[in-house]
């Protein structure tokens, strides 16, 4: 996930100076902010220059000097969210040692992060992905890259806790590709209302991660 927030990572204001420029960039931040928020409730094509300006109280003259295109705009709003799901799943669980105990972290970050949840409409990759999955582009391919970092960071840690002897030999691929629907799936039960969802996904999760016998 870090190679990618790299590759799309939003300006941080606090490095600027320059007060033309810092207005800029918080104002990008707002607007981006409440993109991503239409986007987990009604998909990148709700998205648009007048949705966010009437939303914002901004121009839309101004918000679109900020993005120029909207297929721009959209994937800032996918990189803004891609970095927010970072700094609240995956980089809090690299204080947790790496195999089973970093596995876990990001299970239950990820829960409050979509039980809380982080945006609006719940995760934004799972409420965005399948509108997607057949429309060839940047969208699509920045969608699809978000998700198979997230995957390969859950290979990473079962390919880790194998290695230590934490949990049996499994195929690693395959399991993370399945905790990812099971967490993809929990999110819409979220939605739904199904709070016992969760409880289901920590008990599907668990069965991966036992001690060799």
């Known amino acids: 996930m870090g190679s990618a927030a790299d590759r799309f990572a939003v300006p941080d204001p606090g490095g ?3 007060k033309r420029l810092l207005r800029g960039a918080k104002t990008r931040q707002v607007v981006l902010r409440h993109a991503v928020d239409v986007a987990s409730s009604e998909g990148l094509e709700g998205v648009s220059f007048g949705r966010l300006a009437t939303d914002t109280g901004l121009s839309k003259a101004g918000v679109q000097t900020l993005f120029r295109t909207k297929e721009t705009l959209q994937l800032a709003a ?23 105990a970093r596995l876990r972290a990001l299970l239950e970050n990820w829960i409050v992060y979509a039980e809380t949840p982080l945006f609006a409409g719940g995760c934004f990759r799972a409420a965005n992905l399948a509108r997607y999955d057949s429309q060839p582009g940047e ?41 990812d629907a099971v967490l993809c799936a929990t999110n819409t039960a979220l939605r739904l209302g199904d709070t016992a969802a969760v409880d289901r996904a920590r008990r599907i999760i668990e069965g991966f991660l036992v001690a060799p016998q």
């Open 16 to 18: 600027i100076t320059d």
């Open 78 to 100: 996918i990189a803004y969210a891609r970095e927010m799901f970072i700094e609240a799943v995956t980089r809090p669980a690299r204080s947790a040692p790496p195999g089973v």
């Open 139 to 179: 969208i699509r391919d920045a969608l699809f890259r978000d998700q198979q970092d997230w995957i390969g960071v859950i290979a990473v840690e079962l390919r880790y806790a194998i290695q230590a002897g934490e949990i049996a030999d499994l195929d690693v691929d395959l399991t993370a590709f399945v905790i």
